[in-house]
Antibody, heavy 122, light 107 residues
Framework: EVQLVESGGGLVQPGGSLRLSCAAS????????MDWVRQAPGKGLEWVGR??????????EYAASVKGRFTISRDEPNNLVYLQMNSLKIEDTAVYYC?????????????WGQGTLVTVSS | DIQLTQSPSFLSASVGDRVTITCRAS??????LAWYQQKPGKAPKLLIN???TLQSGVPARFSGSESGTEFTLTISSLQPEDFATYYC?????????FGPGTKVDIK
């Protein structure tokens, strides 16, 4: 059974840092792209960034709103994907989801974690 | 960036109704479009990818289609468990983008 479990959310002051983790199980972690998607309270979904699979050297892409502040990385032996968030802003307050991309050219996010809440406030 | 617009933003319908939600892309996305369903307090659920490919386990009353840069999600006969918010997402060009969502509520 595919499972994604996020952790690491919490309250942080503006300008601070936080690292979110997503523990993956039930599938071959290195074969799949992984995305982070966030949702501000009462708002829609916003794509944050992507880690491609091992065959693509785990290269990354980011939304303009987080580029230069957020970094996605993987711990392959432990099937973890991280979202390192620096220089946090109030507008980064959201539930953060990790999602697995399916296999194939037109892949979409076929499994999602339950989300972890990040609150940026003084 | 590719902009996705959804219409309507809110829809009130009854059980058994046929429901259609439209997603328009600001440029060609070559069928790289997915639809998700989200219920309050829950993670999104993938319904359809590549415009019309139904995910395993998704009821056949859901279907997707396209005409150029206009994409449609249809629920042929709305069921009580279908009341939710629906989002489209383009997966063609970075940054990936979601539509603003369509909330389907009970009439």
């Amino acid at each position: 059974e595919v499972q994604l479990v996020e952790s690491g959310g919490g309250l942080v002051q503006p300008g601070g840092s936080l690292r979110l983790s997503c523990a993956a199980s039930g599938f071959t972690f290195s074969d799949h792209y992984m995305d982070w998607v966030r949702q501000a309270p009462g708002k829609g979904l916003e794509w944050v960034g992507r880690s491609r699979h091992k065959a693509n050297s785990y290269t990354t892409e980011y939304a303009a709103s987080v580029k230069g502040r957020f970094t996605i990385s993987r711990d392959e032996p432990n099937n973890l994907v991280y979202l390192q968030m620096n220089s946090l802003k109030i507008e980064d307050t959201a539930v953060y989801y990790c999602a697995r991309l399916g296999i194939g050219v037109k892949r979409a996010s076929d499994y999602w974690g339950q989300g972890t809440l990040v609150t940026v406030s003084s | 960036d590719i902009q996705l617009t959804q219409s309507p933003s809110f829809l009130s319908a009854s059980v058994g109704d046929r429901v259609t939600i439209t997603c328009r892309a600001s440029q060609d996305i070559s069928s790289y479009l997915a639809w998700y369903q989200q219920k309050p307090g829950k993670a999104p659920k993938l319904l359809i990818n590549a415009v019309s490919t139904l995910q395993s386990g998704v009821p056949a009353r859901f279907s997707g289609s396209e005409s150029g840069t206009e994409f449609t999600l249809t629920i042929s006969s709305l069921q009580p468990e279908d009341f939710a918010t629906y989002y489209c997402q383009q997966l063609k060009i970075y940054p990936l983008t979601f539509g603003p969502g369509t909330k389907v509520d009970i009439k």
